[in-house]
């Protein structure tokens, strides 16, 4: 099980150790995962809203550049071939998007101490 690490920003590209290759494994490899934080690993508003937007939509607009972006594409194409999904660019991304939705798991731990 990872645990989150702190990440900073660097124009609209987003670098972290634990959240990207957690979508990845979810999304691309349809794994379950967990991707475990605390209360204190919570550095800024901005990674707060990031687990938000997995929460609500199963995605992090801008974590992935374009080149990964295909790349996960590229990958999931066979995959969503097989299943019956469309296999436009469209059709592979909401597959990527509802298997990250269906396999990541994200637990949020605080302490009683205040």
Known sequence: M????D???AGHRK???GLAPRLLIAGVEGKNTVFLLTDTQIK???FLE?????LNTGEVPGLFEMDEREK???DLRQVAREKGQ?????GINQFFVNRVR???HIVFATSPVG
């Open 2 to 5: 990872d645990r989150a690490q």
């Open 7 to 9: 990440f900073e920003r």
């Open 15 to 17: 670098h972290d150790a």
């Open 44 to 46: 800024s508003e901005t």
């Open 50 to 54: 990031d687990i938000n937007n997995i």
């Open 72 to 74: 996960i594409l590229s």
């Open 86 to 90: 469309s296999e436009d660019r469209d």
């Open 102 to 104: 269906d396999n990541l």
